[in-house]
Each structure stands twice: as structure tokens, then as C-alpha cells.
T-cell receptor
């Protein structure tokens, strides 16, 4: 199983809603990532979890709250988002955190978020 | 600072070779990567090259690395319509981050 599964595939929410994005992998990877991608732009790193601990937060606004309940699951909790937060949110995993190493990142298909 | 640059568009005819170019600035990068993203999908790792290599070939894909000029290229032989996608060059820095280029949109015409 070399898949990273993300749910939901599409999400539409209002600015006052609370919702969550979910990501799951069963490859035994110990590093998991959230990226944000706008149309036809490269992915931008948001968060990195290593061994279930948050290791990188790229100064992401607190309306995005990550959670790593166990080594297979990664959530992104969303609250009071803005229309400019509409984007494709990609989850990825790797065996360990890249540190100039060859750790291949496996990406999910993404959750397309629209904030009204 | 770290920066990865690519041209934004490339158009080729089916059966021709495609060459996508990339320049990077971080000379300490140990690995350099090529990712492919089809419309509506996530990113798929196509290939990567270790920084002490000049070339890597994998079926229709050839990666060339000029470390002195910090230039990376991806050649796709016998390009097919299914190769139409956005191709991202990326380097990994010592902090464990993957730095992506802006992506090259490859359009393959029949």
C-alpha cells in the first residue's frame, strides 16, 4: 500500500464554520506534512510532523490547527477561515523527515477547499 | 536564500522529446527531484538525482545535473499526450524542507 488517502476530496465552508481535513497512510512513515497549493502554483509547506510531534510550522495562521493522533493519521482543523484560504490542501508522508536526504514524499490527491 | 526557477510553459508535438529546465541556488542540496502533477491530482515523484551524479536515466526519462552551474534538466523521450501535466523541480534543504520551483506546464499536441 503506497497510498496517502485524503478526505474529503471537496469541501465548501462558510467563514464561521469549523471543519477538518483528514489524511491517512499505512506505509509506516514517521513524517507527515501539510501543504497548501493555489492553482498553477507550487505547493507551500504549512506543517511537518516527525514521530507524531510538530517539528515545523511555517508561520501558519492559528485558524489552521494541525493534529497528529497517531503515526498513521494527520488532521487539519479549520476555523474562521477567509476566502483567500481557498486552495488545494495536500497531505504527504515520508519515511523520515527530509534533511538533505532522498526521502521520497508520497502525496495524497488533496482536499479542494472553498471558503465562501 | 533558496530559490528554484523554471520556465512556465513548454509545448511539444507528440513523439518529440521534451526538455524541462530548472536552476537552483542552494549548493548544499544533496538530492534534486522532479515531480509531476496532472490536473486535479496530487504530486507524483518521477525521479530524483543525488548531487554527486551527472546523469540518471529511467526508461523515457533522463535527468542531467550540472552542479557547477546549478542547472537541472528533465528530458522526456517520445513525449505522449498523457505526459501533459505540470512538472515541478525541487531541492531539499538541510532543514528538511522541499523547495519547489514554479512548475513548467507541458502541453503535448497530437
Amino acid at each position: 500500500d503506497t497510498e496517502v488517502t485524503q478526505t474529503p476530496k471537496h469541501l465548501v465552508m462558510g467563514m464561521t464554520n469549523k471543519k477538518s481535513l483528514k489524511c491517512e497512510q499505512h506505509m509506516g512513515h514517521r513524517a507527515m506534512y501539510w501543504y497548501k497549493q493555489k492553482a498553477k502554483k507550487p505547493p507551500e509547506l504549512m506543517f511537518v510532523y516527525s514521530y507524531e510531534k510538530l517539528s515545523i510550522n511555517e508561520s501558519v495562521p492559528s485558524r489552521f490547527s494541525p493534529e497528529c493522533p497517531n503515526s498513521s493519521l494527520l488532521n487539519l482543523h479549520l476555523h474562521a477561515l477567509q476566502p483567500e484560504d481557498s486552495a488545494l490542501y495536500l497531505c504527504a508522508s515520508s519515511q523520515v523527515v527530509l534533511a538533505g536526504g532522498s526521502g521520497e514524499l508520497f502525496f495524497g490527491e488533496g482536499s479542494r477547499l472553498t471558503v465562501l | 536564500g533558496e530559490d528554484v526557477e523554471q520556465s512556465l510553459f513548454l509545448s511539444v508535438r507528440e513523439g518529440d522529446s521534451s526538455v524541462i529546465n530548472c536552476t537552483y541556488t542552494d549548493s548544499s542540496s544533496t538530492y534534486l527531484y522532479w515531480y509531476k502533477q496532472e490536473p486535479g491530482a496530487g504530486l507524483q515523484l518521477l525521479t530524483y538525482i543525488f548531487s554527486n551524479m551527472d546523469m540518471k536515466q529511467d526508461q523515457r526519462l533522463t535527468v542531467l545535473l550540472n552542479k557547477k552551474d546549478k542547472h537541472l534538466s528533465l528530458r522526456i523521450a517520445d513525449t505522449q499526450t498523457g505526459d501533459s501535466a505540470i512538472y515541478f523541480c525541487a531541492e531539499s534543504n538541510q532543514g528538511g524542507k522541499l523547495i519547489f520551483g514554479q512548475g513548467t506546464e507541458l502541453s503535448v499536441k497530437p
